[in-house]
């Protein structure tokens, strides 16, 4: 009886992640995931079922760790409108920094999968979703803190806040400078005080 394969499925997940990110969904085959992860092809398939399924993995992983990473970004700020600022400012930076991927493995996969995959586009929704309810929540909070106005119309200011950070994240895949990038996150920062 063979021995089961031993690996770090985070590590192998990162991995995928990486490739999937670097090469898109239809140019990434096994032979690059296995070169990747280091896992034979039937390990990968063993533990993934198949490459949509990786993928799909890769996704939850990426946007899991982009939930945690917005959640503490916001508890961390010293009030939740220096949060959302910082959520910002956060995306300008990545979108700026040459050493950066500059795009986003969630808007790259929307932009190649939306019409071919109801799966993908379901999943990428639901973290993109869960990104701007977090932003409303803190506007909100903000708004009840007295550190934003009133008047403001919490739903439609998170929705064009994401917007806009997602547009950053396509415009990052022009390698636009940093005077182009601060130049949008200054209008936004502008517009919520």
């Excluded at 096994?30 to 993928?55: C, H, R």
């Excluded at 916001?74 to 050493?99: C, K, M, N, T, Y």
């Excluded at 993908?120 to 909070?141: F, G, P, S």
């Excluded at 390698?175 to 200054?186: A, D, F, G, I, K």
């Amino acid at each position: 009886m063979a021995r089961p394969v031993e690996y770090n499925r985070e590590e192998v997940v990162e991995k995928a992640m990486q490739t999937f990110w670097k090469k898109g969904y239809h140019a990434t085959s096994i032979a690059d995931l296995v070169e990747a992860t280091g896992l034979n092809p039937g390990s990968i398939y063993a533990a993934f079922k198949s490459k949509e399924n990786f993928f799909i993995t890769t996704i939850d992983y990426y946007g899991e760790k982009g939930i945690i990473a917005v959640q503490r970004m916001l508890i961390e700020s010293p009030s939740f409108l220096e949060g959302v600022r910082a959520f910002i400012q956060r995306i300008e930076e990545d979108v700026a920094d040459p050493g950066s991927k500059r795009s986003c493995f969630l808007v790259n996969t929307l932009l190649e999968l939306s019409s071919q995959s109801e799966t993908a586009r379901q999943r990428v929704k639901r973290y993109l979703d869960l990104i701007e309810n977090l932003i409303r929540h803190a506007l909100e909070m903000a708004q009840q803190n007295g550190e934003l106005s009133a008047m403001l119309d919490t739903a439609s200011l998170a929705a064009f806040i994401m917007c806009t950070v997602w547009g950053l994240r396509v415009l990052g895949g022009t390698l636009p400078s940093r005077e182009r990038t601060q130049m949008v996150t200054s209008h936004l920062l502008a517009m919520i005080g």
